[in-house]
């Protein structure tokens, strides 16, 4: 199994700034996947974060908007860059169990946009 | 069309009764995911599942294959189980997952 402590848990925001996320893993994992969970709907792939290469990113998401730090096998970061209100949403980290196939996620990062 | 669908939306049940989510999905899968997602945004994973059926404590989580479907049932169902349950596959082919919109379950007392 995978224990993923993601922070912080919750934040509010200005308009325009920025705010970065952070998940750490308590094993070393090849990918790490980070989501984001409108209101009301399911999540959706920001981006895949590999350790010594550049993230993938998934249609409609940027590295300018969203860029991401993945410094080694057990952390990642996720910057949301000069936030909207339509940027206010859960965003989750999660990894793939390397054996097990399994899912393990963060807890989440509830993010409200002023 | 999305490549998971989970039926009912929502589901407001008493307390000891028996709850079934459903789940169909259109491509090839190499596993199907249950997840339990509580109100503060964290998600657990509840099954992981390829064929047949399995069992942890009240939650029996089943999949057809050949049908493309999958349900989990609650047994006895609790307050505490009150959450919103999400299905997801892994295809059997690239690293994205797909998710279905969730199934919001209450349960009262």
């Known amino acids: 199994s995978a224990v993923i402590s993601q922070k912080p848990s919750r934040d509010i925001c200005q308009r325009g700034t920025s705010l970065t996320i952070q998940c750490q893993v308590d094993s070393q994992v090849t990918m790490m996947f980070w989501y984001r969970q409108q209101p009301g709907q399911s999540l959706t792939l920001i981006a895949t974060a590999n350790q010594g290469s550049e993230a993938t990113y998934e249609s409609g998401f940027v590295i300018d908007k969203f860029p991401i730090s993945r410094p080694n096998l057990t952390f990642s970061t996720l910057t949301v860059s000069n936030m909207s209100p339509e940027d206010s949403s859960i965003y989750l980290c999660?990894?793939?169990?390397?054996?097990?196939?399994?899912?393990?996620f963060g807890e989440g990062s509830r993010l409200t946009v002023l | 069309k999305n490549e998971v669908e989970q039926s009912p939306q929502n589901l407001t049940a008493q307390e000891g009764e028996f709850i079934t989510i459903n789940c169909s999905y259109s491509v090839g899968i190499s596993a199907l995911h249950w997840l339990q997602q509580h109100p503060g945004g964290g998600i657990v994973s509840l099954f992981m599942?390829?064929?047949g059926k399995k069992k942890h404590g009240r939650l029996i989580a089943t999949i057809n294959i050949q049908e493309k479907h999958s349900s989990l049932h609650i047994t006895a169902s609790h307050p505490r189980d009150s959450a919103v349950y999400i299905c997801a596959v892994g295809p059997n082919t690239g690293n994205q997952f797909y998710f279905g919109t969730g199934t919001s379950l209450t349960v009262i007392p």
């Open positions: 999660s990894v793939e169990g390397l054996w097990s196939g399994e899912l393990f």
């Open positions: 599942l390829s064929s």
